[in-house]
């Protein structure tokens, strides 16, 4: 099924790290929101790593975000997908990120998984020359049991680029 990215980036001026995933999942389409799926481990995982509690309302994990200058996207503005499957991604067009980087501070860019950072270096990395860093991803589907503390560890290099 043809899908196209129906969420726009969350950034601003002051923004110096970029968190991008694939494409939202179905969860996050219907909502309207990224990592949207209550089992999703992102919203908890970053929660942990600056030991404060985000909200559940779509404004509060966006003042989250920009009050920590991180900055939210994906890689993908459309794409070939089953359900929320990464697996099953064809024909990939990847979002353009002029926008977000000529106006903020980006100085790293994250990925949420295997897919994206490899979708991101093949796609994107020749136009941004902004290198990725990949983190495990934090959905249901790539989350087995235990696997917190291996997010939380990686997730925290995030404030290593935020003074």
Same mark, same amino acid.
């Given at each position: ?25 179905? $969860? ?11 089992? +999703? ?9 600056? +030991? &404060?509690? @985000?909200? &559940?309302? $779509? ?31 064809? +024909? ?7 926008? @977000? ?57 995030? $404030?290593?680029?935020? $003074?």
């Amino acid at each position: 099924m043809k899908v196209i990215h129906p969420l726009s980036p969350i950034y601003n001026e002051n923004s110096k790290v970029l968190i991008l995933g694939t494409m939202p999942s179905v $969860k996050s389409r219907e909502e309207n929101f990224y990592y949207a799926h209550p089992k +999703n481990k992102f919203w908890s995982t970053l929660s942990k790593v600056y +030991n &404060e509690k @985000i909200g &559940e309302s $779509k404004e509060e994990k966006i003042n989250f975000l920009l009050k920590h200058n991180i900055a939210l996207f994906d890689v993908l503005k459309s794409c070939d997908i089953l359900s929320s499957s990464d697996s099953s991604i064809k +024909n990939p067009i990847p979002n353009d990120f002029t926008e @977000i980087i000529n106006n903020s501070k980006i100085e790293v860019i994250f990925t949420t998984g295997q897919k994206a950072y490899n979708l991101y270096q093949k796609l994107c990395f020749p136009k941004t020359n902004i290198e990725a860093i990949c983190l495990p991803s934090p959905s249901p589907a790539n989350c087995p049991k235990g696997i917190e503390e291996k997010l939380y560890n990686e997730y925290s290099k995030i $404030k290593n680029y935020i $003074k």
